[in-house]
Every structure is written in structure tokens, then in C-alpha cells.
């Protein structure tokens, strides 16, 4: 499998600011995943970055608080925009090679004060 | 709307024990199941089932597929401290992945 990388590792942010969160794959990949995990919770699916076009957003999310950059097949960013306390989680970048496999980053564990 | 429900969501055992995950889904469109053990931040793959009745096994680890009961199970053998982490069960239907609760298994030595 492709090595996956995720930065920042962690953050502390204040409250109504932006993150941007970048995840990089060594390898072309077809499908890129974006995921949150609030404290003590399973896995949710935000989104699924589409490389070339608009991200498809799952239900309960939306683009303006969590927009999503895909410019290539190796790249995609996640922005928590105008964040509050409620969006401390772990944040978490996958990708899928072609099979139902998904391979996850390293995460990013955001902090909101 | 699909779900995955995994049982216990916790569970404590001592060094060398035998331990049962269970993962009951109702998923449309189903297409594979698949394990991850998760210790700190990232979930690492163990297991995608596709077939019902066909054991994938790795070391102590293994995993089998019921797809008329709807169930999956995790089994590991002779448990290590090493082995203390949340493990995830996941459905993967309409090209998304649906994960469960998780089981936090902690191995005392």
C-alpha cells in the first residue's frame, strides 16, 4: 500500500478561526476520503474528495464550513473554517486504490478552545 | 439507513486469553466488510471479507463472514498487551465505508 502522510500531527486553535489540513499519498490514488472522529466516537464520513471537481459532502456537512481542495491524484486538503469547541476531534484522510480498502493517514488531532 | 453495531464496546481480559468481536450490519448495496485495529490516531487494516463461511487469518488475528445472518466476527488467540486498542468494524456500501462503535479491548498482563 501507498504511504499516506497527514500535517499538522495536532493543533490548538482559538475559536472562530480556520485549519487547513493537508494529506499527501506517495503514490496516485483514485479516491480520497476525509474523516472525523469526535472524542469516545466512531468514524464519520465528511466527504469524498473528488480530484478535478467539487468534493460530494455527506449529509450534516456542508462546503463553507468544511471545504475541500483535490488539484491531483496524490493531494487533497481539509479547512475547518470558523471553528468552536464542538469540532475538537481527530481529523482523518484516507484513500482507496481501486479496491474497498481504505487506507488511513496518521490523523490530525484538533484541539478548539 | 445503514448501520454497523459492534459488540462489547468493551472489554477487559487477561495476557493469553481468547477474545470474540462481534459486527452486525444492515447495509444495502453490500459489497465487503473489513477489520482495523486503531491504537492511537490512525486505523490500520487487518481483514476485508467478502465471501460468507471463507476464515481470513493472519497470526493469532482471524475473521469470518455470516452474509445470511448479517454478521462478522474477530478472533484473537493468545492475547498480548500489544494487542490493547479499539477495533473497528466497517461496511463498505454505496462506495462509502459505514464504521461501527468500535470494541475497546484492553489486555491486562
Known amino acids: 500500500s501507498a504511504v499516506i502522510s497527514q500535517k499538522p500531527s495536532r493543533d490548538i486553535c482559538q475559536r472562530g478561526t480556520s485549519l487547513t489540513i493537508q494529506c499527501q499519498v506517495d503514490s496516485q490514488v483514485t479516491m480520497m476520503f476525509w474523516y472525523r472522529q469526535q472524542p469516545g466516537q466512531s468514524l464519520t464520513l465528511i466527504a469524498t474528495a473528488n480530484q478535478g471537481s467539487e468534493a460530494t459532502y455527506e449529509s450534516g456537512f456542508v462546503i463553507d464550513k468544511f471545504p475541500i481542495s483535490r488539484p491531483n491524484l496524490t493531494f487533497s486538503t481539509l479547512t475547518v473554517s470558523n471553528m468552536s469547541p464542538e469540532d475538537s476531534s481527530i481529523y482523518l484522510c484516507?484513500?482507496?486504490?481501486?479496491?474497498?480498502?481504505?487506507?488511513f493517514g496518521p490523523g490530525t488531532r484538533l484541539t478548539v478552545l | 439507513e445503514d448501520k454497523v453495531v459492534q459488540s462489547p464496546l468493551s472489554l477487559v481480559v487477561h495476557e493469553g486469553d481468547t477474545v470474540t468481536l462481534n459486527c452486525s450490519y444492515e447495509v444495502t448495496n453490500f459489497r465487503s466488510l473489513l477489520w482495523y485495529k486503531q491504537e492511537k490516531k490512525a486505523p490500520t487494516f487487518l481483514f476485508m471479507l467478502?465471501?460468507?463461511?471463507i476464515e481470513k487469518k493472519s497470526g493469532r488475528l482471524s475473521s469470518i463472514l455470516d452474509k445470511k445472518e448479517l454478521f462478522s466476527i474477530l478472533n484473537i488467540t493468545a492475547t498480548q498487551t500489544g494487542d490493547s486498542a479499539v477495533y473497528l468494524c466497517?461496511?463498505?456500501?454505496?462506495?462509502?465505508?459505514?464504521f461501527g462503535q468500535g470494541t475497546r479491548l484492553t489486555i491486562n498482563p
Open positions: 467478502t465471501s460468507s463461511g
Open positions: 484516507s484513500y482507496s486504490a481501486g479496491s474497498d480498502t481504505q487506507y
Open positions: 466497517a461496511v463498505e456500501g454505496a462506495q462509502k465505508l459505514v
